[in-house]
């Protein structure tokens, strides 16, 4: 059973930063392809950020220039290293990874930007 675990989101002042992880229960490059979502209470779901297998690397317009999306072989993990925070940015934030036909997820985990 393909399992994701997301962690690493909490309270942010404005400003801030946070790295979120996504650890996965089997070899990370098995992945065609793995992204983070974010999904605001109330609204739809959004692609933050996209790595291939490949390496290739998308951004969401909202990700440009403050996030940065990377993973680690060794750890089987994928990040999400968010800087410059804004209360736009509040939302649960979700990984995702394709494997075959099919598209896994995590439970999330809460980002909340607040003063």
């Known amino acids: 059973q393909v399992q994701l675990v997301e962690s690493g989101g909490g309270l942010v002042q404005p400003g801030g930063s946070l790295r979120l992880s996504c650890a996965t229960s089997?070899?990370?490059?098995?992945?065609?392809?793995m992204a983070w979502y974010r999904q605001p209470l109330g609204k739809q779901r959004e692609l933050v950020a996209r790595?291939?297998?490949?390496?290739?690397?998308n951004y969401g317009d909202s990700a440009k220039g403050r996030f940065s999306i990377s993973r680690d072989r060794a750890k089987n993990t994928m990040y999400l290293q968010m800087n410059n925070l804004q209360p736009e940015d509040t939302a649960v934030y979700l990984c995702?990874?394709?494997?075959?036909?099919?598209?896994?997820w995590g439970q999330g985990t809460q980002v909340t930007v607040s003063s």
């Open positions: 995702s990874g394709g494997l075959g036909s099919l598209a896994y």
């Open positions: 089997t070899n990370i490059f098995n992945f065609k392809s």
């Open positions: 790595i291939t297998a490949g390496g290739n690397i």
